[in-house]
């Protein structure tokens, strides 16, 4: 594997790679560079130096690029969905989803080839005008995480490079193969050179310096709040604007009223989804005390049922790497010294053959969960869910916000009363109202709180890679009379 800077493939300066490893048997499969800093000034000069034919190049003509990207995807698009099973570990269905997902947003935002506009504001009189232009930002760094490594890293290089950026993308250092698949397929279609760049590496001994860097213009980042934090309080050195999607903590709400099969499958989805590794993951199921019994047997039996081990042909994979595997199994430990009764799974799979070294986790459901314990406040970020009784809509409104994270929630519910009522009284970027999610390539993606700023996806978003700037214009040609100055002192020049 190897980083691409300024039209070049290349070792990082000093040669140092790191070793990536498969998910599902813990075997290496392939090591990657090391970049340094070095590599990162080089980097950044290149986006510097292509900045200006990129912006000036036109929408429309950025669009063709990104078309052609999205038509060279679709053709190989199965060596996509393998590479994220070799290297998260997806299940096929999974991988084929999220190859639909990063076809579909790289469209979404081509299609704004003739759509993206400005502003023009009346002066103080007819002849002066504001042209208020949206502009690039310059330099876009782009972070992003491993749990969707195809489609995070397409929201931002589809966006940024559409509007005129230069972009320097840094993946998660447990998904570089898929990002630099990914690169590989832009660069095919044409994207001139030095206006893309990718950087593999460590963000603990590299992130800092690349969000630091004195040339960077937005830094667009999706992972956790505690890196999104430390991303904010770097940026301060340079003002870089900031699109930061975090963490998340979903309540997963059944009112009595709800059709509960519905309710079912769209839970299965929010929770098992990727290991429950996802930022819109079901985290905290609240349902009404008239139907708990009767939904939970089902959502138990249903757990219980799914099948772990190869990929290819099971309903949930492993986690992402071994620091996951045992951070499951010390929630666990901690739930059960806490006193909570486990009803299904609680350990990592005891799977033979190739999956025996995978990082499997049992599917896993923990009863009457306190509201101010970790397991109702902290991320998870697996396949553990704890569940509580709710009876009153204020009870249930006031656990569901009290969370310091503010992404997705999910409501089932038959009374369209309560689905409006709720829809004002949840405050999380994303409702999610008797269906799964994910987020649409036109819908606004969100975090409230901790969960971050600013947002990707529709026309919000699209608009975040710009910034605006005011153009004052006077075409009068009529003399110039500027009422805080001594006019006379001009009459006889
Ligand atoms: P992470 O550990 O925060 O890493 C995210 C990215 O930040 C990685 O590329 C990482 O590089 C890099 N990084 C690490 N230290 C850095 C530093 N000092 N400066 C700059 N970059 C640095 O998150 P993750 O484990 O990959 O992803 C899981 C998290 O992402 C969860 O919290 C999840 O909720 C969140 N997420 C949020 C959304 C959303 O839309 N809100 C979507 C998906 C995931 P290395 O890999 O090299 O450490």
């Known amino acids: 594997m190897k980083i691409y800077i300024n039209g070049i493939w290349k070792e990082s300066s000093n040669s140092s790679t790191l070793n990536k490893y498969n998910p599902s048997t813990g075997e290496v499969i392939d090591t990657f560079p090391a970049a340094t800093k070095d590599d990162v000034d080089e980097a950044m000069d290149a986006s510097e130096s292509a900045f200006l034919s990129w912006s000036d190049l036109g929408t429309a003509e950025r669009a063709k690029i990104l078309f052609k990207a999205e038509e060279l995807i679709i053709q190989k698009r199965g060596e996509l969905e393998n590479l994220l099973t070799l290297e998260v570990g997806k299940i096929k269905r999974e991988a084929v989803d999220e190859v639909n997902g990063v076809i579909d947003q790289i469209q979404y935002y081509a299609e704004f080839e003739r759509k993206l506009t400005g502003d023009i504001v009346e002066g103080s009189n007819s002849k002066r005008k504001i042209f208020q232009y949206k502009v690039p930002y310059g330099i876009v760094v782009a972070i992003t995480p491993w749990n969707f490594p195809a489609a995070m890293v397409v929201r931002k290089l589809a966006p940024a490079l559409l509007t005129g950026n230069t972009v320097i993308l840094k993946p998660s250092s447990d998904t570089p193969l898929t990002a630099q698949w990914i690169v590989n397929k832009f660069i095919e279609a044409g994207i001139p050179k030095g206006v893309l760049n990718f950087v593999t590496g460590r963000g603990s001994e590299i992130g800092d310096y690349i969000v630091n860097h004195r040339k960077v213009g937005l830094v667009t980042m999706t992972g956790s709040t505690s890196i999104g934090q430390r991303i904010m309080q770097n940026a301060s050195s340079n003002m870089a604007k900031l699109i930061l999607e975090l963490g998340g903590k979903a309540p997963f709400m059944v009112w009595k009223d709800a059709d509960i099969t519905r309710a079912l ?155 409006l009522d709720a829809s004002e009284k949840i405050r999380f970027g994303e409702l999610y109202i008797n269906m799964p999610g994910p987020e649409a390539s036109q819908g606004y993606h969100t975090g409230f709180r901790l969960t971050g700023q600013a947002g990707e996806g529709s026309k919000y978003g699209i608009n975040e890679y710009l910034q605006l700037k005011n153009v004052y214009v006077d075409y009068s040609k009529k003399p110039l009379y500027i009422n805080t100055i001594n006019n006379s002192l001009f009459d006889d020049l």
């Open 265 to 419: 499958k769209s839970l299965v989805w929010a929770k098992y989804l990727n290991v429950g590794q996802s930022c819109i993951a079901a985290e905290r199921l609240y349902i009404h005390e008239e139907i708990y019994d009767k939904f939970m047997s089902k959502f138990l039996a249903v757990t219980k049922k799914l099948k772990l081990g190869n990929p290819e042909t099971s309903d949930v994979g492993p986690l992402i790497n071994k620091a996951a595997l045992s951070g499951m199994a010390k929630t666990v430990d901690s739930a059960r010294d806490s006193g909570y009764k486990i009803l299904t799974g609680g350990s990592a799979a005891n799977l033979q053959g190739k999956y025996k070294n995978g990082y499997f986790f049992e599917p896993t459901i923990i009863e009457n969960v306190d509201q101010n314990s970790s397991l109702f406040q902290d991320e998870i970020f697996g396949p553990i869910i704890g569940t509580e009784k709710v009876s009153g809509i204020e009870e249930l409104y006031t656990k569901a916000n009290d969370s310091k994270f503010g992404l997705a929630s999910y409501l089932f519910t038959e009374d369209p009363e309560l689905m």
